[in-house]
């Protein structure tokens, strides 16, 4: 709609009026420029002029309200509350206002003040992960339990990168960690491997275990390497039967049963299928020189889709010890160490074997013979006697250093299809 103005004083009231709320916002854009400018000074002064500039302004109480309750040279908790006090006056609303305004009263002992406060931050914004948690945290310092556990869930359930901590506060004050399992956390398996993981590293492994128990029940589908924490902190708490059981149960939540290979192999994926490697139970890959080169080739396989592959390429004596794997083993068995090997044009007296290194140092392994020249895919295997008692062996490709004048290896072999089984005591041999 066009407005006609038909006369220069009507004209003239409107461009009257337009200059006054120019200058009614210009001013009040300097205000607020001003307030802002002494607020970012971060200092007593600032955050009271800022006050003095825009007293309206809630922000400007609150933000002086923290400095005088975290501040070291200027603390004044009283004088904090009464800035908090004055910010939810104008903005009643304001969630952080009042957390802090519970934390402020809390630390001054007035426990009562403290928890209005933080039943208002939760009327403000009842789903707020933040304010679960604050209020949880204090509920238990209170020693009321039941709703601070509940407060601590809700905080989880809406944020659930908090369940790891939320776990180990409560552990403080209630050492059943399925009484916590039962009421603090979603029952949801990335929540309970996140809180899995910490209890390991944290060497809580009782704990960690109940929480695998929970974990296993629920038939998740979970990457393998999800295990691996666990699994170790058991090894390196030498319980070795717990790990491998665990390692186990974890391989058939990653739907990767099919890769442990013949029956009763200690070996895991002893056929290289998967991509898992590293620490527990799957194979370790190293590189100690750079004239061994070590990968995967689906072209040359003895069985399934790919054997390991390692190229030396003439450059030097490598001792080669850069495959290996941990398997268990069981006191008074004899095992079997197998597997399949292929050569070309690999070089020197020295070739590629398998070796069986005992845990315990001092006692007999086993080494398979050697595979060197140009071979074809042929079984190669050795008797281990076994040890007298339960303990983890090490399986490695090994290549060693030659004492030849021509000793620059060079070439590549392939393994596939290694096994450790155990031999039945009635066929062992001596």
Not at 31 to 52: D, I
Not at 108 to 113: L, R, Y
Not at 191 to 209: C, G, S, T
């Amino acid at each position: 709609m066009i407005v006609s103005l038909s006369s220069a004083a009507a004209r003239g009231a409107v461009v009257g009026v337009a200059l006054a709320i120019a200058a009614y916002l210009s001013y009040f854009s300097v205000q607020t420029a001003r307030a802002t400018y002494y607020t970012e000074t971060e200092t007593l002064h600032g955050f009271e002029r800022a006050t003095q500039i825009e007293p309206g302004n809630p922000r400007n109480w609150y933000l002086l309200g923290r400095y005088l309750q975290y501040s070291f040279e200027d603390a004044n908790p009283q004088r904090a509350i009464s800035s908090y006090i004055k910010s939810l006056e104008i903005d009643p609303h304001a969630t952080s206002t009042w957390l802090e305004l519970a934390a402020t009263y809390e630390s001054e002992g007035n426990d009562v003040a403290a928890r209005k406060a933080f039943i208002s931050a939760k009327q403000t914004y009842p789903l707020s992960a933040e304010v679960s948690w604050r209020y949880g945290n204090f509920l238990l310092r209170q020693g009321e339990l039941e709703p601070a556990f509940a407060e601590m869930r809700r905080s989880v359930e809406a944020d659930p990168g908090r369940a790891a901590e939320a776990v180990s506060r409560c552990l403080r004050v209630e050492p059943d960690a399925n009484v916590i399992l039962d009421r603090v956390l979603p029952a949801k398996s990335d929540v309970y491997i996140a809180v899995m993981e910490d209890l390991a590293q944290d060497r809580q492994i009782e704990n960690a275990l109940k929480v695998w128990t929970r974990i296993v029940a629920m038939h998740p589908r979970i990457p393998l390497h999800d295990a691996f924490q666990v699994v170790m902190e058991l090894r390196g708490t030498g319980q070795a039967s717990e790990a491998h059981k665990v390692w186990e149960q974890a391989v058939e939540l990653a739907g990767l049963s099919e890769l442990e290979g013949p029956k009763n192999s200690m070996v895991w994926d002893g056929g290289f299928e998967s991509d898992v490697t590293g620490e527990a139970y799957a194979w370790r890959f190293a590189r100690t020189s750079r004239s061994a080169q070590i990968g995967f080739d689906t072209q040359e396989k003895y069985s399934g889709k790919r054997s390991l592959r390692v190229s030396f390429d003439g450059s030097s004596d490598v001792a080669f010890y850069d495959v290996c794997q941990t398997v268990p083993t069981e006191a008074g068995t004899a095992y079997e160490l197998s597997g399949w090997m292929k050569s070309k044009d690999l070089t020197t007296d020295q070739g590629v074997r398998i070796e069986l290194r005992p845990g315990i140092p001092g006692q007999t392994g086993a080494t398979t013979a050697d595979v060197r020249g140009t071979q074809p895919w042929t079984r190669f295997a050795a008797v281990w006697p076994g040890a007298k008692e339960n303990q983890e062996a090490q399986i490695c490709l090994r290549r060693d250093a030659s004492d030849q004048e021509d000793n620059k290896i060079r070439g590549t072999a392939w393994v596939d299809d290694v096994a450790l089984t155990p031999i039945p005591k009635s066929g062992a041999k001596k």
